[in-house]
């Protein structure tokens, strides 16, 4: 009988990038996985620090789970708890104490080492608990299995972790570390791997990711730009995309990328935070608004149908009315067809965490709405502009209830919705759009 495993992952695109990692090590040590909380004889909780809640969040999934493994354990059956990512990397002693019942706890950069601890843990005394919070990016990557054990059209692929810019509000270098990024050849090898399994998009990955500077074959350091140059020679591979990069970090050979290679989505998420130059400097960002609006232009020289996302961070102390109309100001500019924003909250550890805070939440909640407004008057504006017109959509899902649902994206990162006889999953088509909504567009027919 093979043991199962379930992992329950919070947080952004590099948690869902390890959680696959991690899922890739127990299908090597011969586990299967499991949807059923109940089924599960190790449960994984992958965590996000970057939002307030995610203490929270992970308090109480672990409450869940404690009742379950009590539960199992009534019934003869183990189960051992594990928590992992960057709350367990920065509160790892707090999680002992507040939740003994958890076995393992393993920082963001040691989770390669699960398989060792899991033999210590059968080992020893069922209680005993094991922390690993080493920050050691290299012998991660070194260490992590190779072989890919699942399948998807659509892939994330880590080329750079870690962050030396210190946003004051941000957890990343505490949580991460400092900047690493792999080698080429690691990457072309393992983004090689993907397409040979069916893979036809690839998401570079990194914190900071067109900080990338890992060393090319001729042991040179090489940037984003040109690695994107290489992995474009992959036969198979027809989309390249890259997130998350830092304006101040943006290349000549990455512009030139954008200008001259197909596979390179024209869309880019590219976090401005605050359209305020006073803001962006206590923020430690180390670009003006004017400079990342010369930046939005550079880009779209090179690919005209370019288009934006950014992140938004509302009610940032000393964020003043005229702070926040520079920030409509900047959307009004760009027209970003998709966003995240939030309400500032305090990480503890950050620089910001002590800032005074001289705005009501009222306020807060207040200038977030109207934000949210007019991101959602661009969105909205951007998706109506495709009907009765055709998009080239990559589908990642489909499924099959009276005819087939599939769902896939177009180059411009839009949620493309067909209904139809054919199983589209895998496939890259033209698609006239009938209807547009907020968030999605619902196609009529492949032409
Ligand atoms: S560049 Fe991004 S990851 Fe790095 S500190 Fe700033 S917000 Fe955090």
Redesign the pocket.
């Known amino acids: 009988m093979f043991k199962k495993f379930k992992i329950k992952t919070f947080g952004c695109q590099m948690n869902i990038y390890d959680s696959q990692k991690i899922s890739d090590i127990f299908y090597k040590i011969g586990f299967k996985n499991t949807l059923s909380d109940e089924d599960a004889d190790i449960y994984v909780i992958n965590t996000c620090h970057i939002r307030n809640k995610a203490k929270q969040k992970l308090y109480s999934e672990l409450g869940k789970i404690y009742k379950i493994k009590k539960n199992r354990y009534e019934n003869k059956k183990k189960t051992i708890l594990i928590v992992a990512g960057c709350v367990a990397q920065a509160e790892g002693k707090e999680i002992f104490k507040r939740a003994p019942y958890v076995d393992i706890i393993v920082g963001s950069q040691s989770y390669q080492k699960i398989p060792k601890l899991l033999k210590k843990i059968n080992k020893k005394a069922e209680e005993k608990v094991f922390v690993e919070l080493d920050f050691e990016p290299k012998s991660k990557f070194d260490e992590l299995p190779k072989d890919k054990f699942t399948n998807e059209i659509s892939s994330y692929l880590t080329i750079q972790e870690g962050?030396?810019?210190?946003?004051k509000?941000?957890?990343?270098?505490y949580t991460r570390g400092p900047e690493y990024s792999r080698s080429v050849e690691e990457i072309v090898d393992e983004a090689k791997s993907l397409v040979n399994k069916g893979t036809k998009e690839i998401i570079l990955l990194g914190?900071?990711v067109n900080a990338y500077h890992g060393l090319d074959l001729n042991n040179r350091n090489s940037n984003l730009g040109k690695l994107i140059y290489t992995l474009d020679k992959i036969k198979g591979l027809k989309r390249i995309r890259y997130m998350?990069p830092?304006p101040k970090d943006m290349h000549d050979d990455l512009y030139s990328a954008h200008k001259d290679l197909e596979k390179l989505m024209p869309f880019l998420h590219l976090?401005v935070?605050s359209g305020s130059d006073k803001i962006l400097k206590e923020m430690n960002?180390n670009y003006t608004s004017n400079e990342y609006l010369e930046i939005i232009d550079r880009v779209k020289d090179c690919r005209r149908d370019m288009v934006f996302s950014s992140d938004f961070i509302v009610g940032y102390p000393g964020e003043t009315k005229k702070d926040f109309e520079n920030t409509l100001d900047i959307i009004d500019k760009v027209k970003y067809v998709q966003a995240f924003s939030f309400i500032y909250s305090p990480r503890p550890g950050t620089t910001a965490f002590n800032l005074k805070d001289n705005i009501s939440l009222d306020e807060k909640k207040e200038r977030l709405i109207v934000l949210q407004k007019k991101l959602k008057f661009y969105q909205e504006s951007f998706n109506k502009n495709f009907v009765t017109k055709s998009l080239e959509v990559l589908f990642n899902n489909s499924f099959k209830e009276k005819e087939y649902q599939s769902l896939g994206y177009s180059q411009y990162m839009q949620l493309v919705r067909i209904n139809n006889k054919i199983n589209m999953h895998g496939k890259i088509e033209n698609l006239k759009i009938k209807k547009s909504f907020y968030k999605s567009l619902e196609a009529s027919s492949v032409i």
């Open positions: 962050c030396n810019k210190f946003c509000f941000c957890v990343v270098p914190q900071n998350t830092h976090p935070q960002r």
